[in-house]
């Protein structure tokens, strides 16, 4: 998702895919709590969950626009290899970025919740 060191932000919106982090390719490691810090302060909704991950709750106007959001950020999670977790409610979908094998959040991580700011407009 424009992600890791890598990938760019560009590479996510223009295809949503990196085929850098498939599988066996290595992750990203775990960023430090400074800079996830500065990153939420110019990203708006987003807040901490706990110490290891980042969540927003995204709403729309009823339950097809949530699920269609929903959808398109569930095929851009596989093709990245990277998934969140994901509830979603009648025009609401909240949506939790963390890399569990770093332990916390990664650029893996800010970079796919840019491009889910981007998918939700």
Known sequence: ????????????????????YIGHMSRPGKLDTAVVDAWLAKHPGWAREGAGAIVRTFAFPDFAAALAFVVRVGCAA????????????????????????????????????????????
């Open 1 to 20: 998702m424009g992600i890791g060191t890598t990938g760019s932000t560009a590479e996510f919106r223009a295809g949503m895919s990196h085929p850098g």
């Open 78 to 121: 596989e093709k990245n290899d990277h998934h969140p977790d994901v509830a979603l409610g009648w025009g609401k979908a909240r949506i939790l970025w963390s890399t569990h094998d770093a332990g916390g959040v990664t650029q893996l991580d800010l970079d796919a919740a840019e491009a889910c700011d981007r998918v939700s407009a």
